[in-house]
T-cell receptor, first 110, second 112 residues
């Protein structure tokens, strides 16, 4: 099946610094979703991207879909302690279900 | 509004014992239902998904099974648990396969 790669695995930042996680696929994606999982919690949907080159913003979060639809990124500006958690990308697997990347665990030091 | 219930929240079971985890969705009909497993500090592995009553697709061959006896009920079972079955089990649903997933609060299973 399809495999999704995500980097970095871990990221430690000082509060106020920016953060970016990248999601890469070996195949062209029909769409991609991003989720956030707080420590001890369950994944919560953040955004879905479907168009080549698409950019969406949610307050301090900026999501981007690559022109070739093989990669995506999530950028957080001026991180806060509430941003702590693991960020997952997920790609639609042959139109049947979503395959999740391994996630990027973000720690924010106050 | 739609809600998803998953129980129990935590479970400690001995090796070789049976397992039954239940998930129900309220406020919608004919949802797609999913079971994911998450090892400690790792990503989500899709175990089973269902697009309708009695329709189960398995993604990973193992000693687990799933059933969907009712439209909004999804059950994960095992006849004999293995140590490697330990993990965080998450039930999820969506309206259509390409739509966002709504996750339950999860069951932390420890097999000892």
């Amino acid at each position: 099946g399809q495999q999704v790669m995500q980097i970095p695995q871990y990221q430690h930042v000082q509060e106020g610094e920016d953060f970016t996680t990248y999601c890469n696929s070996s195949t062209t994606l029909s769409n991609i979703q991003w989720y956030k999982q707080r420590p001890g919690g369950h994944p919560v949907f953040l955004i879905q991207l479907v168009k080549s080159g698409e950019v969406k913003k949610q307050k301090r979060l900026t999501f981007q879909f690559g022109e070739a639809k093989k990669n995506s990124s999530l950028h957080i500006t001026a991180t806060q302690t509430t941003d702590v958690g693991t960020y997952f990308c997920a790609e639609l697997n042959y139109g049947q279900n979503f395959v999740f990347g391994p996630g990027t665990r973000l720690s924010v030091l106050p | 509004s739609q809600t998803i219930h998953q129980w129990p929240a935590t479970l400690v079971q001995p090796v070789g014992s049976p397992l039954s985890l239940e998930c129900t969705v309220e406020g919608t009909s004919n949802p797609n239902l999913y079971w994911y497993r998450q090892a400690a500090g790792r990503g989500l592995q899709l175990l089973f998904y269902s697009v309708g009553i009695g329709q189960i697709s398995s993604e990973v061959p193992q000693n687990l099974s799933a059933s969907r006896p009712q439209d909004r009920q999804f059950i994960l079972s095992s006849k004999k648990l293995l140590l490697s079955d330990s993990g965080f089990y998450l039930c999820a649903w969506n309206y259509a396969v390409s739509e966002k997933l709504f996750f339950g609060s999860g069951t932390q299973l420890s097999v000892l």
